[in-house]
């Protein structure tokens, strides 16, 4: 079946440093959507990407659709304490009714 | 936005019972909704999507006597745990497709965390 890997689980960065989630689908997505999950949290929507080679920013995130529709990066840039939380990758297949299809996640810690 | 509220926000039940939590739509209406679970520090696992108005459809190796999902409306969806043991304590969070125009990303409901004892 459809997979989402995502690397890597886990990441531990100084306040500022930068940071980067990757995501690889074993076949082509339609869209791809990023999620954040706080501790205890529910994921929350980030941002959805559609266009090969799209690339989309959100003040310090910049995130990234692979030419081939296969793969994806989100971006931290100069992190902060408030980014800590596991980002998700969520893929969803063509002609998928609908079903998204989570990556691992990648777990951030900033230390300040 | 659109919101889902998912009810109980955790539970702790024993072996042997059963557990039902809900998850509205507070302002749409939702024809279809996604239930995933979630054990700790792991990503989140389809187990079945509901469709209002005909039954739900299980991913595979999800049991569909043991987990039960009923869409009874277009604002109610429900997953019920049955006799349910500690192996099914998990994060359980439901989803609603994207809504607008154009379509932004999935709603989740907040949660129910479940412990059995």
């Known amino acids: 079946g459809q997979q989402v890997m995502q690397i890597p689980q886990y990441q531990h960065v100084q306040e500022g440093e930068d940071f980067t989630t990757y995501c690889n689908s074993s076949?082509?997505?339609?869209?791809i959507q990023w999620y954040k999950q706080r501790p205890g949290g529910h994921p929350v929507f980030l941002i959805q990407?559609?266009?090969?080679?799209e690339v989309k920013k959100q003040k310090r995130l910049t995130f990234q659709f692979g030419e081939a529709k296969k793969n994806s990066s989100l971006h931290i840039t100069a992190t902060q304490t408030t980014d800590v939380g596991t980002y998700f990758c969520?893929?969803?297949?063509?002609?998928?009714?609908?079903?998204?299809?989570f990556g691992q996640g990648t777990t951030l810690q900033v230390k300040p | 936005g659109a919101v889902v509220s998912q009810h109980p926000s955790w539970v702790i039940c024993k072996s042997g019972t059963s557990v039902k939590i809900e998850c509205r739509s507070l302002?749409?209406?939702?024809?279809?909704m996604f239930w995933y679970r979630q054990f700790p520090k792991q990503s989140l696992m389809l187990m079945a999507t509901?469709?209002?108005?005909?039954?739900?459809?299980?991913e595979q190796g999800v049991e569909k006597d043991k987990f039960l999902i009923n869409h009874a409306s277009l604002t109610l969806s429900t997953l019920t745990v049955t006799s349910a043991h500690p192996e099914d304590s998990s994060f359980y969070i439901c989803?609603?497709?994207?809504?607008?125009?154009?379509?932004?990303?999935?709603?989740f409901g907040s949660g129910t965390r479940l412990t059995v004892v």
């Open positions: 302002d749409f209406q939702a024809t279809t």
């Open positions: 509901s469709n209002e108005g005909s039954k739900a459809t299980y």
């Open positions: 076949t082509t997505l339609s869209n």
């Open positions: 969520a893929g969803r297949r063509s002609g998928n009714t609908g079903k998204l299809i």
């Open positions: 989803s609603a497709p994207p809504q607008g125009a154009p379509p932004q990303g999935y709603t």
């Open positions: 990407l559609v266009k090969s080679g």
